[in-house]
């Protein structure tokens, strides 16, 4: 490989890994997300519905 | 009449489709440069990706505006989100562009180029823009003043961008004069390509991070709610 191959491939690289960087933190974000809308489903859950006596 | 948005998976999909026929355009069919010879191919991912991140600041900056103007809070997410992608494509510039210097001129970086130092000096002051809006509890103060600072360093990308015309130094050969762009059919059709590939890759990108982000805030609120 020559040197300017050598400089392109790392350039070229360097895009693909960024945006790969860029979606495993998205991917990261979107567990979060499902964890957090899981724990609000488990809280409304335990609510009581409108009109319903806390006392039962 | 309002258009209805295309759907992001058609988008992703056309986005994807085109960055391999631009990879095959720029390897296959565009001719090797007869002066810098195969280092120029990072012209092709270097230019698209500075104007995207121009675009990405300048859309951050219109955001901004209709907030100013409209008082819309769902501008200041997405103005936010703008700059957020364009801070990211700013590091990608950055890089490539030494990368690049260093294949063609033996130099990661000059100081004496107009054209680079003004290019780091918009990235830093986007930088500074996180730094300012977090240090701001959020609601409508931290959104007027984000978009007040968002809008201020629109100023800096013509400046940018003509720097590489207002200064005759040796980094920056310019290649779109108003004669024309100083390349072959094929190396500008490739170009041309790469540009629509990397623009539609960040308008993706800024749709899937503005529902995340949108998302998010959601939840917050959803949370206090049920909480209360």
Request: positive net charge.
């Amino acid at each position: 490989m020559s040197s300017g191959e050598k400089y392109v491939a790392a350039a070229y690289g360097v895009f693909v890994v960024v945006v790969l960087v860029w979606v495993a933190i998205l991917a990261a974000k979107l567990s979060r997300l499902e964890r957090e809308t899981g724990e609000l489903a488990g809280l409304a859950r335990a609510r009581p519905a409108v009109g319903e006596h806390a006392d039962g | 009449m309002s258009i209805a948005k295309p759907s992001l998976t058609v988008l992703a999909s056309v986005a994807a489709a085109l960055v391999t026929l631009s990879a095959v355009l720029i390897f296959v069919v565009a001719p090797e440069d007869a002066d810098q010879g195969f280092s120029q191919k990072i012209f092709y991912v270097h230019v698209p990706i500075a104007l995207t991140a121009y675009a990405c600041f300048g859309l951050g900056a219109w955001k901004a505006y209709r907030l100013l103007a409209t008082r819309g809070e769902r501008y200041d997410l997405e103005s936010y989100t703008g700059v957020h992608l364009g801070t990211i494509f700013g590091v990608l510039t950055l890089v490539t562009g030494a990368i690049w210097a260093k294949a063609s001129w033996g130099v990661w970086w000059s100081w004496s180029s107009n054209q680079l130092v003004l290019f780091l000096v918009l990235f830093l002051f986007y930088c500074a823009y996180f730094m300012l809006r977090f240090s701001v509890e959020p609601g409508p103060r931290r959104e007027r003043i984000s978009a007040v600072y968002a809008l201020f360093g629109v100023a800096l990308i013509p400046v940018s961008f003509l720097a590489i015309r207002l200064a005759n130094d040796f980094i920056h050969p310019t290649v779109f004069t108003r004669d024309g762009p100083q390349m072959t059919g094929e190396m500008f059709f490739a170009f041309c390509v790469s540009w629509a590939s990397i623009t539609l890759l960040a308008y993706v990108m800024y749709r899937v991070e503005l529902a995340g982000k949108r998302i998010d805030a959601n939840l917050r609120e959803l949370r206090e709610a049920l909480q209360t």
